[in-house]
């Protein structure tokens, strides 16, 4: 069912062949590596892209394509993996059979998307100046909301303290300030840098793959490129932050602990891992979540997640002020009865059920089958999701326990109420 055609050199073609759906998809990106004096520049061209091209030169005519087209869809795609940032395009647009007799949509849609890309709306030589202006003002609007939600605050600050020497420490959206220096002339040079030496990873979902490649083969041979290529993912670089504490005026503290360990998307035990995250904080029936929510009420919310492209677990709970202590050895007393072995037949299952029950989805839809080879090629992980379901299965208490055992306390964040 998946297949891989390189195209061109630094153009790499995947593919999905599925008559399932009445809906196809492509998504065209862009691999960057993920550096914070371009953040914010990858983050931003791909929404400036979609204000217009030629052709259709506004949002107003961009709608009446996408109408003509039996009501395709086309989004921005901005996305961490790993230490590469992907960013670029996305497509959703039904099937050639379901058209009318004598219309076509593959041609057309891969037609605008070239001119999506390649073709935007410039005036002297850069970026159209209200476009620009008007998406860093969209931009800057998304980054700062962030704040307003306390959790994802907390842990963006977390890996800003955590991950100071990794890439992981970057903001996926970049950084307001490095917005707001953006002008037409910098996105511009930019974006033609990205076009000429990234390499491209084209994923297409839906009949006649074959068609799909040659007509986004033509695309991209017509450009002047020199694509340079991407360094291999690396593990973690730990800067030893240790405990840190910030004051805000909210009601609630957020504590956040971030582990590493060696496991990674790339190794061998990275299934084992992701059982051990499921049993020991991911889900309602992990072990944080029964014990120190549940049974002992040290907290409101208590989860975990497990960032397989650089080995990172990390745990969030909302907590009172004064709990702080406490639920820091609780959380660290279940994690060592995962590490002892200290685990029942019941937790095992209900672990692996809910990691299965996620990947019997990932074909349920294009877009879920996008997202999941896309990131799973990036980052290096060879498994179909029948692959993974067989793996998960077959996870034993001593591995789960062995993963484990592999995991570090790093840092400690605690986001606390002022005095």
Sequence with gaps: MIGTITLLPGVTFRYFRDTRFKQGCISIQFIRPMRKEEAALNALIPAILMRGCEGAEDLRAITLKLDDLYGASVGAIVRRVGDYHATGLYAGFISDRFALEGDTILAPMVDFLRQLLLCPVTENGAFSARYTESEKKNLISAIESQKNNKRVYAVNRMYTHMCREDSLGIPRLGKVADVKAITPESAYAHYQKTLRVSPVEIFYVGEAPEQAAALLKAVFAAMDREPVAMPPQTTFRSCKAGYVTETMDVAQGRLCMGFTTSISTRSGDYVA??????????????????????????????????????????????????KEEEAKAEILRQLAAVQAGDLTAAELQAAKESLCSS?????????????????????????????????????????????????????????????
């Design 359 to 419: 990947l019997r989805g990932l074909h349920d839809s294009p877009s879920a089958i996008e997202n999941y080879y896309t990131t799973a090629s990036l980052n290096g992980l060879q498994l179909t999701p029948s692959d993974y379901l067989a793996r998960v299965e077959a996870v034993t208490p001593e591995q789960v326990a062995e993963a484990a055992r592999s995991l570090t306390l790093d840092t400690v964040y605690f986001l606390k109420g002022v005095q």
């Design 273 to 322: 891992m992701q059982v051990c995250n499921a049993l020991f904080g991911s889900g309602m029936t992990s072990k944080l979540f029964v014990n120190v929510r549940e049974k002992l009420s040290l907290c409101y919310d208590v989860g975990s997640s497990f960032t397989g492209s650089k080995g990172v677990l990390l745990v969030t709970s909302g907590i009172d002020f004064a």
